[in-house]
């Protein structure tokens, strides 16, 4: 059932006295005809989760109606990170996914506001839990040696220095890790323990990324700690992202009458003289064209300062990624922020986020399969049916490569007799353990073989390469937001003296909660909408389950576990149901 929180749209919504023109033939501006008074308009930099959920609070809880509120978007497409585009005949390809887990609170209460696509009568939240319900990850499999055999992960491997060291970052105050790498706070043979092996990979960690975010991801997750090996605690929703995400949400919009406009550029902000920070105008491009809108001191404007997927490059079977290096394609969102950071402390520092991009760049890639031979061995290896297996890592790859079969279909409109299954590797510089070569430098065919070969498939790889296409995407920012940093090098999500202005997604401040993760971009776009507003409903609280002892004692008990049988045993079905599951608030 969809919960519906709208509010009053005459009674919440904030007017303005009279009604100001903008460039001559801007859709997005108010004419001179219309009425004297107005409801203030909401203007949106980006089309990503945060964008589109902030415009759905917005309408929501802020009582906006949809055609007051214009997102201006630089790309021809909508859904920032959360992408996936080809066919089953060209090929499958979407840059990533994000993981899900049951404390997500922003995210399940505004999706239950949202219809799926599949089954209006049914929430989007609603329908990730019936998916997770029905098809729950029970990993058997989760790290593979050089041999092709399952490696123990009910043990952790940890010494116990390890387990003083994790415990001591745990506890460190935020701001005594600034300007701290990981490898600060660990000694070399913590990287070489099951659990970083299964931590890094799930959530994209390399050793010189900040200790902060490492601390927020432990104390975040530390609830998941005694089903990680299995990663039963980890929920997906029922096709890719885009699909069962942005699609429906996009569709919401525009039936509430929410314009979004592709293709321009915003360039800029011009903000209104004196000590508050209240933005004016906006500047954009579209094509050759320049336009500005006027921005009235009580509309809103909610921009999305960087973006993790710029500047990504897609491959094929026979050719790799060509990189976007050059500084004159540094992407919009980048520059913007930029642009508006300068001389001013409260606007955050862009560049600790985009000038090392050798140590935020990975690639993934998507194989789309019309033979179910590569299904078959898959199931025989991990022991478990296509979907149910979870991420599957090689820590013997110099790659660190990691794979995953979802349950199918992954793709709303996927054909029958067709599989789809994904991958990344966190090392893509270095030379391929088979291949010999740099993963950036390979097709998505060699980029396959590499896979076969660890997994010991090599009796069917040509087989199983000739009914596979495969798109790799490599992506010089998708970690930038894990790079080291200080406190005040994000903005917060309304900066102080902000009377119209709010910064959402990745790279906006949002205490104890964890970038790389759609809940923070949900979270920022909540704070922002009851913050400009001040509607008096601050988002449900980042759960904190450090705070629950029995959380800790299993922890605990998890860190100290030594077991070591040869190979894991077949586990039961997790029986998780929707009415025993405590997963959100309001």
């Known amino acids: 059932m969809i919960t519906a929180k709208s509010g009053d749209p005459g009674g919440t919504s904030r007017r303005r006295p009279t009604a100001d023109g903008v460039s001559a033939g801007d859709s997005c501006g108010r004419t001179d005809d219309e009425e004297e008074h107005v409801m203030a308009k909401a203007y949106l930099v980006g089309s990503g989760i945060a964008a589109l959920s902030a415009a759905a609070f917005l309408i929501r809880d802020g009582g906006f109606a949809g055609r007051d509120i214009h997102l201006l978007e630089e790309q021809e497409d909508i859904g920032g990170s959360l992408d996936a585009g080809g066919t089953a005949e060209t090929g499958y390809s979407m840059r990533g996914g994000r993981m899900f887990e049951g404390q997500f609170r922003c995210t399940y209460d505004l999706l239950s506001s949202i219809p799926s696509v599949d089954d209006p009568s049914k929430s989007v939240t609603e329908d990730t839990f019936a998916a997770h319900d029905a098809f729950p990850w029970d990993d058997a499999a989760r790290l593979v040696d050089s041999d092709g055999k399952i490696i123990d992960v009910r043990s952790m491997g940890f010494s116990e220095r390890d387990r003083l060291e994790l415990v001591a970052c745990m506890a460190t105050p935020e701001r005594l890790l600034n300007r701290k790498r990981i490898s600060d706070c660990f000694g070399e043979e913590f990287f070489t323990t099951n659990f970083w092996y299964m931590w890094c ?33 980890i929920y997906r929703t029922r096709y890719n992202q885009y699909d069962s995400i942005v699609r429906p949400l996009q569709e919401w919009l525009n039936d509430q009458g929410v314009t979004i406009r592709t293709g321009c550029l915003v360039t800029d902000l011009a903000f209104a003289p004196g000590d508050a920070t209240t933005v004016e105008r906006i500047l954009y491009t579209r094509g050759d064209l320049r336009e500005d809108i006027d921005v009235a001191p009580e509309d809103l404007v909610l921009v999305t300062n960087g973006s993790m997927t710029a500047n990504s490059s897609l491959g094929s079977d026979t050719a790799a990624p060509i990189p976007v290096t050059a500084a004159s394609e540094q992407p919009g969102s980048w520059r913007l922020w930029q642009w508006l950071a300068r001389g001013r402390d409260d606007f955050g520092n862009p560049h600790v986020f985009d000038r090392s991009v050798k140590d935020s760049t990975w690639e993934s890639f998507t194989v789309t399969c019309k033979d179910p ?86 009796a069917n790889l040509d087989r199983i390469a000739e009914t596979s296409t495969v798109i790799p995407c490599l992506m010089p920012y998708i970690t930038s937001q894990f790079l080291v940093r200080e406190h005040g ?51 449900p609280p980042v759960y904190k389950g450090r705070h629950d002892p029995r959380v800790l004692m299993n922890a605990l008990t998890v860190m100290h576990q030594r077991q070591r049988p040869e190979r894991l045993p077949a586990l039961p079905p997790t029986g998780l149901t929707l009415s025993s599951r405590d997963t959100h608030t309001g």
């Open 201 to 233: 990979t799930t959530f994209a960690f390399e050793p010189w990324h900040s200790a902060i975010e490492f601390r927020r991801y432990l104390n975040r997750f530390v609830h998941l700690f005694p089903t990680f090996g299995t990663m039963s605690g």
């Open 373 to 458: 031979l590569f299904i078959e061995l898959m199931e025989a290896l991990s022991g478990r049916e296509a979907g149910e297996g979870g991420l599957m890592t090689f820590p013997s790859s110099s790659w660190l490569l990691t794979i995953v079969l979802n349950h199918q279909p992954v793709y709303r409109e996927q054909p029958d007799g067709v599989t789809v299954w994904w991958g990344y590797g966190l090392f893509p510089d270095r030379p391929g353990d088979y291949v010999g070569k740099p993963m950036t430098d390979c097709t998505g065919q060699e980029i396959l073989r590499e896979v076969l070969h660890h997994l010991k498939f090599e």
């Open 489 to 539: 090098d994000r903005p917060q999500v309304v900066p102080k003296g902000s009377t119209n202005l709010a910064f959402i997604g990745q790279f906006a401040e949002v205490p104890d909660d964890v970038v790389f993760t759609v809940e923070y971009s949900v979270r920022t776009a909540w704070t922002a909408v009851n913050t400009l507003l001040q509607l008096g409903k601050e988002p």
